[in-house]
């Protein structure tokens, strides 16, 4: 599984627009910008614990959110099957009919799952 940060990352540029604007703020300045609870507590003017409950109802939402509606599950599902697609047609070595229809029935499964 990607780490923590790296998911975190990916939930808020799927679900970020259905957090309230202080979490997008407080998740987008300790996971992205790397700033501590305490510069973001005096950047905000609140208490370094209120930026900490801000954070973590920021990714128990965001968690949610993905249990809930599977978005970014799905893109990295999508995208690995396109990257198999890609190397089963890539034309660097010799493509077979064996692959292609591999890589023709990956396409629809992608196609019926939008």
Known sequence: MLKKI???IMLKDFYGPLLTEKQREVVNLYYENDWSLSEIAEHMSITRQAVYDLLKRAESSLEDYENRLGLAMKFINTRQQLEEVY????????IDEAKVEKAAKILRDISESI
Do not use: A, D
């Not at 190397?87 to 010799?94: A, C, G, H, V, W």
């Open 87 to 94: 190397n089963l047609l890539n034309y660097k070595e010799k």
């Open 6 to 8: 790296e998911h975190i």
